[in-house]
């Protein structure tokens, strides 16, 4: 049977653009998931390819950034060392973290402190072992 009345190929004329709308916009959203894979692959890929840094343990999302006699953050952290290297900042978080993990379960919390004549430090506390380590 063929279609003579124009209001029925006007309907039959807006139900196909109205499929070619939807299927452009899953189109759409199917190439945005693939970009934002795409990008988060390529953050992972660059987390491998930084295996030296450090993650500020302070604010918990910024790298370090270590010089000799500096380490400091975006976030404000700023200690004045003495051949400090990134090995050996990551060398002494985690066996400070571990000698706490060893003991509390619970997760310490990191500030900087400094007394009045004192350079800063940082300071790892835990509320619930009442343990407190300066590493300097």
């Known amino acids: 049977q063929m279609l003579d009345d124009p209001d ?18 899953v189109i759409e959203e199917y190439e945005r998931s693939l970009r934002f894979d795409e990008e988060c692959l390529n953050a992972m890929l660059d ?10 343990p302070v604010c918990r999302k910024n790298n370090l950034t270590v010089k000799a006699h500096l380490v400091c953050c975006q976030c ?16 002494l ?6 000698e706490h993990s060893q003991r ?10 400094s007394g009045m004549e004192e350079e800063a430090s940082l300071l790892m506390s835990c509320s619930v072992s009442a343990n407190v380590s300066f590493l300097e």
């Open 8 to 25: 029925e190929l006007a309907v039959l004329e807006e139900i196909q653009q109205e499929l070619i709308l939807q299927e452009q916009l």
């Open 47 to 56: 987390g491998l390819d930084a295996t030296d840094r450090v993650i500020c």
């Open 76 to 91: 404000g952290l700023y200690i004045s060392t003495q051949d400090m290297t990134e090995g050996k900042l990551r060398s």
């Open 93 to 98: 978080l985690e066996s400070t973290l571990t």
């Open 104 to 113: 509390c379960l619970h997760s310490p919390e990191f500030t900087v402190t």
